[in-house]
């Protein structure tokens, strides 16, 4: 280090699992990380018990595992100790739940289930042991400086007010970040928040009591379940506690006719018959009175940066409908990029004077080559709100998934399901949409040759009982969709 050069030091407001990563990542560079959140330390008995009543589960995919694994620290496995794979959504279709399984991807490839809570308190914990990272909790940023790098924050149990000096202040402070709102003063930042009509309530199903006396998952936990119902679902991902965390996701309109106990078990009697039993009537009862009603936010933001002084990542500067499973695993991803960055714009973990112009540039780029693939994550979340509780069960897409899973078998390189590239792979956001689009006129085209072909087939070998030829008619009904759908896109 020359005689002026300095260690670069960073503040990084909010220690949710991006801030906490972000933390590794850079104490890795050798930079001097302080972290501040404004919630009082997880880890602690006394606050858990205040702010983590219940189990809420994500689930991390490639992506996610990819940034984990890229401290060096083998965080991936870590998390994976208690993560639970999922290899394919199961529907409950109709009132009974009847079961159909579809495999997320040819090759088992899975999701897995994780521990909200836990996976943040592993990562603020990896951060720690690192002596170069300091996180100090119960501190709320109200305002920073971008310029003079200092912050504002508030002391929550005592009221006081602290300033704080940092030479890169890095906004991972979630969707309704303090850091986002410094930054609008400082940039002309395009900014855009949108709720969706739909909320959610978390609710759950317990293990059940094995034959053996001891407990047992009371559906099968290598799958998502989902329980598609059109206008609204519910799903269920699978606990080491051999439990499930159930969300329920619906207007709220909806939510607001359910006054008392009888709305609530009229509307699941109709709806989700087959839950109610694996749930038990007094606990849904219980828990769907007892747990909030979250409303789903996207927040839009662009750039992310300013100068060297500031840059916001994770949900603070893109949050989005969760029905892709992929808000913390992009927000990791903004981490991995970020730091791949430094490391390409040369920026080193000391500054020697204002001429050092390496880290402006680095986020500079980070703005530029990360808008594209931001934007299309959160269009894709919001579309795959409709598959999952609508698309799902349609034959058409059924037919398109069919065909698009044997093409991928045939010529992997040429056709890759959209599902496959958003979760199971590290490709650019905006190419795994572009590429979805491209491929999308010949899976129909493929698809309505198929459907046709299966059904002209069913018909000609005389299969005249009345079922058969009803599932004859669905087949061609879907064949003709898909082909029309088809001759539609070819005319645009
Ligand atoms: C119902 C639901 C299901 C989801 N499922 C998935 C899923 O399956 N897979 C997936 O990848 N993602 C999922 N997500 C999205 C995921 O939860 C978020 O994308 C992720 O938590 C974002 O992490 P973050 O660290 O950017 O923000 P957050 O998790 O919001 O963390 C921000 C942190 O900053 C702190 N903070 C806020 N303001 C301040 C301040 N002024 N000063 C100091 N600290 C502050 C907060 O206390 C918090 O600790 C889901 C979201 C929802 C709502």
Same mark, same amino acid.
């Given at each position: 280090?020359?005689?002026?050069?300095?260690?670069?030091?960073?503040?990084?407001?909010?220690?949710?699992?991006?801030?906490?990563?972000?933390?590794?990542?850079?104490?890795?560079?050798?930079?001097?990380?302080?972290?501040?959140?404004?919630?009082?330390?997880?880890?602690?008995?006394?606050?858990?018990?205040?702010?983590?009543?219940?189990?809420?589960?994500?689930?991390?995919?490639?992506?996610?595992?990819?940034?984990?694994?890229?401290?060096?620290?083998?965080?991936?496995?870590?998390?994976?100790?208690?993560?639970?794979?999922?290899?394919?959504?199961?529907?409950?279709?109709?009132?009974?739940?009847?079961?159909?399984?579809?495999?997320?991807?040819?090759?088992?490839?899975?999701?897995?289930?994780?521990?909200?809570?836990?996976?943040?308190?592993?990562?603020?914990?990896?951060?720690?042991?690192?002596?170069?990272?300091?996180?100090?909790?119960?501190?709320?940023?109200?305002?920073?400086?971008?310029?003079?790098?200092?912050?504002?924050?508030?002391?929550?149990?005592?009221?006081?007010?602290?300033?704080?000096?940092?030479?890169?202040?890095?906004?991972?402070?979630?969707?309704?970040?303090?850091?986002?709102?410094?930054?609008?003063?400082?940039?002309?930042?395009?900014?855009?928040?949108?709720?969706?009509?739909?909320?959610?309530?978390?609710?759950?199903?317990?293990?059940?009591?094995?034959?053996?006396?001891?407990?047992?998952?009371?559906?099968?936990?290598?799958?998502?379940?989902?329980?598609?119902?059109?206008?609204?679902?519910?799903?269920?991902?699978?606990?080491?506690?051999?439990?499930?965390?159930?969300?329920?996701?619906?207007?709220?309109?909806?939510?607001?006719?359910?006054?008392?106990?009888?709305?609530?078990?009229?509307?699941? /009697?109709?709806?989700?018959?087959?839950?109610?039993?694996?749930?038990?009537?007094?606990?849904?009862?219980?828990?769907?009175?007892?747990?909030?009603?979250?409303?789903?936010?996207?927040?839009?933001?662009?750039?992310?940066?300013?100068?060297?002084?500031?840059?916001?990542?994770?949900?603070?500067?893109?949050?989005?409908?969760?029905?892709?499973?992929?808000?913390?695993?992009?927000?990791?991803?903004?981490?991995?990029?970020?730091?791949?960055?430094?490391?390409?714009?040369?920026?080193?973990?000391?500054?020697?004077?204002?001429?050092?112009?390496?880290?402006?540039?680095?986020?500079?780029?980070?703005?530029?080559?990360?808008?594209?693939?931001?934007?299309?994550?959160? /269009?894709?979340?919001?579309?795959?709100?409709?598959?999952?509780?609508?698309?799902?069960?349609?034959?058409?897409?059924?037919?398109?998934?069919?065909?698009?899973?044997?093409?991928?078998?045939?010529?992997?390189?040429?056709?890759?399901?959209?599902?496959?590239?958003?979760?199971?792979?590290?490709?650019?956001?905006?190419?795994?949409?572009?590429?979805?689009?491209?491929?999308?006129?010949?899976?129909?085209?493929?698809?309505?040759?198929?459907?046709?072909?299966?059904?002209?087939?069913?018909?000609?070998?005389?299969?005249?009982?009345?079922?058969?030829?009803?599932?004859?008619?669905?087949?061609?009904?879907?064949?003709?969709?898909?082909?029309?759908?088809?001759?539609?896109?070819?005319?645009?």
């Amino acid at each position: 280090m020359t005689k002026a050069a300095k260690t670069r030091s960073v503040a990084i407001v909010g220690a949710g699992p991006v801030g906490a990563l972000m933390a590794v990542y850079l104490a890795n560079r050798g930079w001097n990380v302080h972290v501040y959140e404004t919630r009082p330390d997880m880890r602690l008995p006394e606050n858990k018990a205040k702010i983590q009543n219940r189990s809420i589960n994500l689930a991390l995919s490639t992506r996610g595992l990819t940034a984990l694994k890229g401290t060096g620290l083998a965080l991936d496995e870590l998390i994976m100790k208690s993560g639970l794979p999922m290899r394919g959504r199961m529907l409950h279709i109709g009132n009974e739940g009847h079961l159909v399984s579809q495999d997320y991807g040819v090759h088992g490839e899975c999701i897995n289930s994780v521990d909200r809570a836990k996976l943040n308190e592993d990562l603020i914990t990896a951060a720690e042991e690192l002596n170069n990272v300091k996180v100090t909790f119960n501190h709320a940023l109200k305002r920073a400086d971008l310029d003079k790098g200092t912050l504002t924050l508030e002391n929550k149990e005592t009221k006081e007010v602290v300033d704080a000096h940092a030479d890169l202040i890095i906004g991972c402070d979630g969707a309704y970040s303090s850091v986002r709102n410094s930054l609008m003063r400082y940039v002309r930042l395009d900014f855009g928040q949108e709720y969706i009509p739909h909320g959610y309530c978390e609710l759950s199903i317990p293990a059940k009591v094995g034959a053996d006396g001891k407990p047992e998952f009371a559906m099968d936990p290598e799958h998502l379940h989902i329980w598609p119902r059109h206008k609204f679902m519910m799903i269920a991902l699978p606990n080491p506690d051999k439990s499930f965390t159930v969300t329920l996701f619906m207007p709220f309109a909806n939510f607001e006719m359910i006054h008392n106990e009888g709305d609530l078990l009229n509307f699941f /009697e109709q709806y989700f018959a087959d839950a109610i039993k694996l749930m038990g009537k007094d606990l849904l009862i219980k828990e769907y009175f007892k747990n909030p009603k979250g409303s789903l936010v996207m927040v839009r933001a662009n750039p992310y940066h300013y100068k060297d002084r500031c840059i916001i990542l994770g949900d603070a500067a893109h949050s989005m409908v969760p029905f892709y499973g992929q808000g913390m695993n992009c927000g990791f991803e903004d981490v991995r990029i970020l730091d791949s960055l430094l490391s390409e714009f040369n920026v080193k973990s000391t500054k020697e004077g204002e001429s050092d112009n390496s880290l402006a540039l680095a986020l500079e780029a980070y703005t530029d080559r990360r808008t594209k693939d931001l934007k299309a994550i959160c /269009e894709l979340a919001l579309y795959n709100y409709t598959e999952m509780r609508h698309g799902v069960t349609s034959p058409v897409y059924l037919m398109r998934k069919k065909v698009e899973s044997w093409l991928h078998l045939l010529v992997p390189s040429r056709v890759i399901p959209l599902y496959t590239m958003v979760s199971f792979s590290n490709r650019p956001y905006s190419e795994a949409y572009a590429r979805h689009h491209k491929q999308g006129f010949w899976l129909s085209v493929a698809g309505a040759a198929v459907g046709l072909g299966t059904a002209a087939g069913l018909l000609v070998a005389g299969w005249k009982q009345r079922r058969q030829l009803k599932d004859a008619a669905g087949l061609l009904k879907a064949a003709f969709l898909t082909a029309a759908q088809s001759a539609q896109k070819l005319v645009q």
